[in-house]
């Protein structure tokens, strides 16, 4: 036999549903989630699920998983404050969002755009500029960078922000290298952007 096991761990409960792929038939666990250590509720949901279903854990083939919990972080403003570095000149992007305003005149009247993530007060622009090619024009100058990044780990937060980034090609922002002018600012949390 085969089971199909899907998990959406959630803020509050972890639901689970297994499936048996021969009949159809299926069977349900709920558990309180977990949120120091999420994995904690997923082992006891499948422990719950599979002994209701009367089936060793072996006998899944396929798990599915889902979380609320980073749409639910989002929603509420609950999740970690994040800071974003940005070529000089592009600092307010997020916030003119065009790219995401719906239909002609009509959207820019009555469309009401989400807060960002990364509010301006926590933007800062590095000297890098790029071409349309995605190829560097001038240099990163380091030095600026890293008062750049000052600048924003000194800015109020309840937590260090996380710098982050819209660059997708060369210069430190994308440099997993131990001396990017990132990785030296303490108690700063870097996350690459997506290749």
Not at 113 to 141: C, F, H, M, N, Q
């Amino acid at each position: 036999m085969s089971y199909r096991l899907g998990v959406d761990v959630g803020g509050t409960f972890t639901d689970l549903l297994l499936i048996d792929e021969n009949d159809g038939t299926t069977f349900t666990a709920k558990v309180p989630s977990t949120p120091a250590d999420p994995s904690v509720a997923v082992l006891n949901g499948i422990a719950q699920v599979c002994e209701r279903a009367a089936i060793d854990p072996r006998e899944v083939t396929h798990v599915l998983h889902g979380t609320t919990v980073a749409t639910n972080a989002i929603l509420t403003g609950s999740g970690a404050r994040v800071g974003l570095v940005t070529t000089k000149g592009y600092r307010q992007i997020l916030q003119i969002a065009r790219s995401f305003v719906p239909g002609a005149l009509t959207g820019w009247v009555l469309y009401n755009k989400s807060i960002p993530l990364a509010p301006l007060e926590l933007t800062v622009e590095v000297p890098e500029p790029i071409d349309a090619r995605g190829e560097v024009v001038e240099p990163l100058d380091e030095a600026a960078t890293r008062q750049a990044l000052r600048r924003l780990k000194s800015r109020p937060s309840k937590r260090s922000p996380s710098p982050s980034s819209t660059r997708t090609r060369t210069g430190f922002m994308n440099s997993a290298s131990a001396s990017s002018p990132a990785r030296k600012l303490p108690g700063c949390r870097y996350r690459s952007p997506p290749k």
